[in-house]
């Protein structure tokens, strides 16, 4: 079998590994005062290219996701994002439960359009009675979507001065943000999205780290005193340390771009196999993420030889699934697959 389900099934690279064991027995202060995080915070800090900015390490995208929304939102306020955004649809209600409504719109190949927002934001603000209603404070979106594609520099432009003009927060969800930076033809850089977002997170989970998300907040003062929000969220990690050391690592000599790269060179030398054996794809996307329409036998064989993300069913029966690679992924793994389709 061929393993091609997500981009963490795999542990960490292997430099984050050695530096764990190098570190292992260092008696360091908890929490993430120690050296390491300080070192990381100011190498992210330095390519996101805001040096006066601050950065924030978690563990996870949910717990990330849930806590920056909250910390940002009024208790009265929800936060917009597309039907199929991921807060919207795989985190189990996590933002709900802290008290905020995910406010969906329909998206286009999982992307919010800004004549879309400015068109929500518009009809609420025209009723008399929206006073009753949740009141839309900051849009979310990824980057990649849940459907592996990538916002251009006009579209992220074109969203902010819709944001602007409502004085609402853009948060970006970045858990797999490398794959998307280094994706072929993209023009999107992490300095663009720096200028752009109010707030996003760079993914480690999916990117080479055991586990681990870096909020960046480009500019001080959107939210007061987000380390006790993130206690409250049970979400500070005593021994923070490990956190550190992981991004510091990824963010040295540019490991994080070079293993992100990785992935995406896996994922097309996948895509071209998988079109020269005839199958279709549901979109074209150029990330680590690969949606492949299949028929039930050819749903039943794939089976057989890979295990796979099953992602929706199509009216006219067929199946929508998602293959992933990764940073780890080999090329004789998808040399084998492609072998046996």
Request: glycine fraction near 10%.
């Amino acid at each position: 079998m061929q393993y091609f389900q997500c981009d963490y099934m795999e542990g960490a690279h292997p430099e984050i590994l050695k530096r764990l064991l190098e570190t292992n027995m260092e008696k360091t202060p908890g929490y993430g005062k120690d050296i390491y995080c300080d070192s990381a915070k100011k190498k992210i800090l330095e390519v996101c290219g805001c040096p006066e900015g601050e950065v924030h390490l978690m563990v996870g995208g949910t717990q990330t996701n849930s806590t920056v929304i909250s910390a940002i939102l009024r208790n009265y306020e929800g936060v917009i994002a597309a039907e199929t955004g991921h807060v919207s649809a795989h985190e189990s209600g996590a933002v709900e439960y802290t008290g905020h409504k995910v406010l969906t719109i329909p998206g286009v190949e999982g992307k919010l359009r800004a004549d879309d927002v400015r068109k929500y934001l518009e009809v609420y603000y025209a009723d008399g009675n929206h006073e009753h209603m949740v009141w839309p404070g900051m849009v979310y979106i990824s980057h990649p979507t849940e459907y592996g594609t990538l916002y251009t520099k006009d579209e992220l432009t074109n969203l902010r001065a819709v944001c602007d003009a409502y004085k609402l927060p853009i948060f970006l969800d970045g858990a797999r943000l490398g794959y998307g930076l280094m994706a072929d033809g993209t023009d999107v850089t992490i300095e663009d999205i720096s200028e752009l977002c109010d707030v996003f997170y760079i993914g480690g989970t999916k990117v080479g780290a055991l586990c681990g998300e870096a909020v960046v907040f480009p500019k001080k003062g959107l939210v007061s005193n987000f380390f006790s929000t993130i206690k409250q969220h049970g979400a500070l990690m005593a021994k923070g340390r490990l956190l550190g050391i992981q991004f510091d690592t990824l963010f040295t000599d540019g490991l994080y771009f070079k293993i992100s790269r990785h992935a995406i060179d896996m994922a097309m030398k996948l895509k071209k196999g998988f079109v020269q054996k005839g199958y279709e794809f549901y979109m074209d996307t150029v990330t680590n993420q690969q949606f492949i329409i299949l028929n039930d036998a050819q749903f039943e064989a794939l089976s057989k030889v890979a295990v796979f993300e099953i992602w929706e069913k199509l009216a006219d029966g067929r199946t929508v699934v998602r293959f992933c690679t990764s940073w780890a992924t080999k090329e004789t793994d998808i040399d084998e697959l492609l072998s046996m389709i």
